[in-house]
T-cell receptor, first 115, second 107 residues
Framework: DVKVTQSSRYLVKRTGEKVFLECVQD?????MFWYRQDPGLGLRLIYF???????EKGDIPEGYSVSREKKERFSLILESASTNQTSMYLC??????????????FGPGTRLTVL | KNEVEQSPQNLTAQEGEFITINCSYS?????LHWLQQHPGGGIVSLFM???GKKKHGRLIATINIQEKHSSLHITASHPRDSAVYIC?????????FGTGTSLTVIP
C-alpha cells in the first residue's frame, strides 16, 4: 500500500514564525502536491513537484515556498506565518504519466493554527 | 466561478437509504475523480472514471461526458458512510475540486 505521511497532525504557531510542513511518500512517486483546504472553498493547490528539485506554482503560492531535495520528501515552508494561513494542509503523491488519469494518494493532513 | 459544482452541500439520510451525490463540471476532462474524506482529514480515492460506470461494493459512480455530469450513488447506506465526498475534475496537469458534500447517515 502507498503510504503518504505528514510530520504533524496538529500544529500551533505564532504570527511571523517560520513553519515547515514535511511530507514523505514511500512508493517512489515522481509527482507530489501540497494543497490547503478551507471550509466552503475545497482543496486548492499551493505547489506541486514532478521531480527532485523541480517545482511548479499552483493556484495560491503566495506566502509559501517548497523544497524537494529527495524524491520521497516534499516540504512546504511558510516563511513568515500569518493568521490567514490557518488551515488544513494536505500532501498528495501520484505515479508518473500523470495527466489526471492516475490516483492521487493523500496524507492524513496537518491542521495548522497561526495565532 | 467554480469549475466544479457539487450538490447537495449537506445530506442527512436514514440507515438503509439510497443516496445520490451530484457533480457538474465546466472544463474538458481527462478523468473525473470521487474522493472520500472522513472526520480527522484523511482523503482516499474512491473512483476514477472517464466514461460509463464503475462499482465498488455499495458504491456506484457514473459519468455522462456530453452533459459534463457525474453522480455518486450509495446503496443501503450505513453510518460508516458518513463522510465528506469530493468530486475532482482532472484536466491536463490540473485538478479542479468541488467543495464537497457532507453526508451523515443516522442509525
Amino acid at each position: 500500500d502507498v503510504k503518504v505521511t505528514q510530520s504533524s497532525r496538529y500544529l500551533v504557531k505564532r504570527t511571523g514564525e517560520k513553519v515547515f510542513l514535511e511530507c514523505v511518500q514511500d512508493m517512489d512517486h515522481e509527482n507530489m502536491f501540497w494543497y490547503r483546504q478551507d471550509p466552503g472553498l475545497g482543496l486548492r493547490l499551493i505547489y506541486f513537484s514532478y521531480d527532485v528539485k523541480m517545482k511548479e506554482k499552483g493556484d495560491i503560492p503566495e506566502g509559501y515556498s517548497v523544497s524537494r531535495e529527495k524524491k520521497e520528501r516534499f516540504s512546504l515552508i511558510l516563511e513568515s506565518a500569518s493568521t490567514n494561513q490557518t488551515s488544513m494542509y494536505l500532501c498528495a503523491s501520484t505515479t508518473p504519466g500523470w495527466e489526471g488519469r492516475n490516483e492521487q494518494f493523500f496524507g492524513p493532513g496537518t491542521r495548522l493554527t497561526v495565532l | 466561478k467554480n469549475e466544479v459544482e457539487q450538490s447537495p452541500q449537506n445530506l442527512t439520510a436514514q440507515e438503509g437509504e439510497f443516496i445520490t451525490i451530484n457533480c457538474s463540471y465546466s472544463v474538458g476532462i481527462s478523468a473525473l475523480h470521487w474522493l472520500q474524506q472522513h472526520p480527522g482529514g484523511g482523503i482516499v480515492s474512491l473512483f476514477m472514471l472517464s466514461s460509463g460506470k464503475k462499482k465498488h461494493g455499495r458504491l456506484i459512480a457514473t459519468i455522462n461526458i456530453q452533459e459534463k455530469h457525474s453522480s455518486l450513488h450509495i446503496t443501503a447506506s450505513h453510518p460508516r458512510d458518513s463522510a465528506v465526498y469530493i468530486c475532482a475534475a482532472a484536466t491536463g496537469n490540473q485538478f479542479y475540486f468541488g467543495t464537497g458534500t457532507s453526508l451523515t447517515v443516522i442509525p
